[in-house]
């Protein structure tokens, strides 16, 4: 089991910055490709971006490319998104979530094992 834990959200302007952190227990997360979702109040819950065991691969959906990096540090166990330029359409609740297969689409949700509670982004204009 690997107990996913989410913080670093809060309430920002517009253009401000925030790294969210994902700590992970229980197992080392090494082991474990790492993607970043977030749902919107009234839309579904979608991929943000996403990182592989060795930090070799990632992905942006296009909305946050050039503003937003993900990035591991194996050894702290912990996964970061440090996000710039914020919108106000980037205010979500964002989760993240670790699978254990390589090769599922990123955006494929029913290929992650295990989630985070989520840390709320608000982002005001």
């Known amino acids: 089991q690997v107990q996913l834990v989410e913080s670093g959200g809060g309430l920002v302007q517009a253009g401000d910055s925030l790294r969210l952190s994902c700590a992970a227990s229980?197992?080392?997360?090494?082991?474990?490709?790492v993607g970043w979702f977030r749902q919107a109040p009234g839309k579904e819950r979608d991929v943000v971006a996403g990182?592989?065991?060795?930090?070799?691969?990632?992905y942006y959906t296009n909305s946050v490319k050039g503003r937003f990096t993900i990035s591991r540090d194996n050894a702290k166990n912990t996964v970061y998104l440090q996000m710039n330029s914020l919108k106000p359409e980037d205010t979500a609740v964002y989760y993240c979530?670790?699978?254990?297969?390589?090769?599922?689409?990123?955006?494929?949700?029913?290929?992650?094992?295990?989630w985070g509670q989520g840390t709320q982004v608000t982002v005001s204009s």
């Open positions: 990182i592989s065991t060795s930090g070799g691969s990632t």
């Open positions: 979530a670790a699978r254990r297969a390589s090769y599922p689409a990123w955006s494929d949700q029913r290929a992650y094992d295990y």
């Open positions: 229980g197992r080392a997360i090494s082991s474990y490709t």
